[in-house]
């Protein structure tokens, strides 16, 4: 599994362009934002702390896009420079606005200790321990022992597997472990035959839709919470899944029809899982914590403890009992958390500054298409752009838009956006899972696009319906 990690930092690297040019764009993308904050002051009647919002949000934009510099150095540029621009610790008089006063800065610190990042955390240090102690390997064999040795047999246990393991690690390190793991049944299918790829293909993308079910199961998602949170609603964990639990089935069935009918074999395959060793004490122990940390999180409207608390469980544990070494801790994914905690800061400031009812005010909301249109476009980007970068960008906006529709509110926009986020995958680059699929050789680009196109139209009408439904019987 970590040789698929590394070997996917590998290839990412090398398609870096030189640190020259690099440092190139990255100026003429911050004087981008430079011009879009000035044309905003000098041609429209409003506030300069909506000009210099519109100047970071098209920086944040472009670098996001473009990934010149990493994802969570941008998140960094944007909390440091919302604090000097819109915080103004120092009092600048040249960066005083008259009658506006200054937002605290500290308002842009905060994104940093949310309690969705500590939710997070408690998810990252849960799988790294798993990971290290083999109990993922030797679950996930056990299921698909369960599931028989048939060829549609073994493609489903694929999925279910898949999607379990996505529910709760990130969906890079399951595709990863998903693929060492398949590798021992592709050893039964001869060379050439279709049904290699629907094998290969079930993994990306039953991770990618595993990570909907949880609010860790995805930055997209832990960005959706973070966002409702600051506006005052709050989804807990098993609400979250609840919510998403018949979406997430309808996407797999979808999934496993469309995986069976394109790569079928034409002959009966009889295949074998890998045989792998018991876990030994330590990995009774994680399962245990797991365990405990799942149901404290599923219970939380009964003993009252948040889910950002519940997850510092697993962390004292695992780091008190030496499961979890100092090294170990320090390759978390910390890049992750900043990401995270940059999409809350910029929506933070969107919101603080009015920038995002300005943008709102903006689009066709007299468009009964207007829902179905935000959804399409998110979909159609995240294929083309990171799954985290486009739920920052697209849910603030949609939030601010979903207060001035009838019949919609912020967690319909907030969640359906998560979930065009996470069904984005119709390319090799449209995620990492996707990547890593891509360089077993098995698949082509062919491959994700028409078998992505077809479940990404799918999770969005899908989507849609499933959430006007909610909201027409008042779910929320």
Not at 130 to 152: E, H, P, Q, T
Not at 341 to 361: F, P
Request: aromatic fraction near 12%; charge should be neutral; hydrophobic fraction near 55%.
């Amino acid at each position: 599994m970590n040789r698929r990690i590394k070997q996917l930092s590998r290839i990412t690297n090398e398609l870096q362009l030189p640190r020259t040019k690099r440092l190139l764009m990255f100026f003429g993308i911050v004087l981008i934002g430079v011009l879009a904050g000035w044309v905003t002051s000098e041609t429209t009647d409003y506030p300069l702390p909506v000009a210099y919002m519109t100047g970071i949000l098209f920086t944040a934009a472009f670098l996001w896009a473009t990934e010149i510099i990493p994802l969570f150095a941008t998140s960094l540029l944007i909390i440091g420079t919302q604090i000097i621009l819109l915080g103004n610790p120092g009092d600048w008089s040249i960066l005083q606005t008259p009658g506006i006063a200054a937002i605290p800065y500290q308002s842009f610190l905060a994104p940093l200790a949310d309690p969705i990042i500590y939710l997070f955390l408690g998810g990252f240090i849960l799988a790294k321990v798993g990971v290290k102690v083999n109990v993922d390997v030797y679950l996930s064999s056990a299921m698909l022992r369960i599931f028989g040795l048939s060829a549609k047999s073994a493609l489903l246990g694929v999925i279910v597997c898949t999607t379990i393991f996505g529910m709760w690690i990130s969906n890079t390190a399951t595709t990863a472990m998903m693929i060492t793991l398949t590798a021992s049944l592709l050893a039964f299918v001869p060379a050439g035959n279709s049904f290699r790829k629907g094998l290969t293909l079930a993994i990306p993308f039953s991770a990618s839709i595993g990570g909907l079910m949880t609010p860790i199961g995805s930055p997209p998602n832990a960005i959706a919470v973070g966002l409702l949170a600051k506006e005052g609603v709050q989804i807990d964990f098993l609400t979250w899944m609840v919510i998403m639990f018949p979406l997430v089935l309808i996407l797999l069935f979808i999934l496993f029809q469309l995986l069976w009918y394109r790569y079928k074999p034409e002959e009966p395959l009889m295949l074998t899982p890998v045989e792998t060793k018991p876990f030994g004490g330590e990995g009774i122990f994680v399962i245990v914590v797991f365990t405990i940390t799942v149901l404290l999180w599923l219970t939380d409207s009964l003993h009252g403890i948040p889910s950002a608390v519940v997850a510092l469980f697993p962390a004292i544990m695992f780091t008190a009992t030496g499961l979890l070494s100092v090294k170990e801790f320090n390759r978390l994914e910390w890049n992750i958390l900043f990401v995270i905690a940059g999409g809350l800061a910029l929506g933070q400031g969107m919101n603080l500054t009015g920038l995002d009812k300005v943008i709102a005010n903006s689009l066709p909301l007299e468009s009964e298409w207007i829902v179905l249109i935000i959804f399409t476009v998110t979909l159609v980007v995240g294929t083309f752009m990171s799954n985290t970068t486009t739920a920052i960008l697209f849910i603030p906006m949609a939030m601010s838009m979903a207060q001035q529709l009838d019949g919609v509110n912020m967690k319909f926009m907030a969640l359906g956006l998560a979930v065009m986020a996470g069904s984005s995958m119709a390319l090799p680059i449209s995620t990492p899972p996707n990547a890593i699929a891509y360089s077993t050789g098995e698949l082509t680009s062919k491959d994700f696009i028409i078998n992505g196109v077809v479940i990404g139209i799918c999770s969005l009408f899908i989507t849609y319906l499933y959430f006007w439904l909610l909201t027409y019987f008042g779910f929320w």
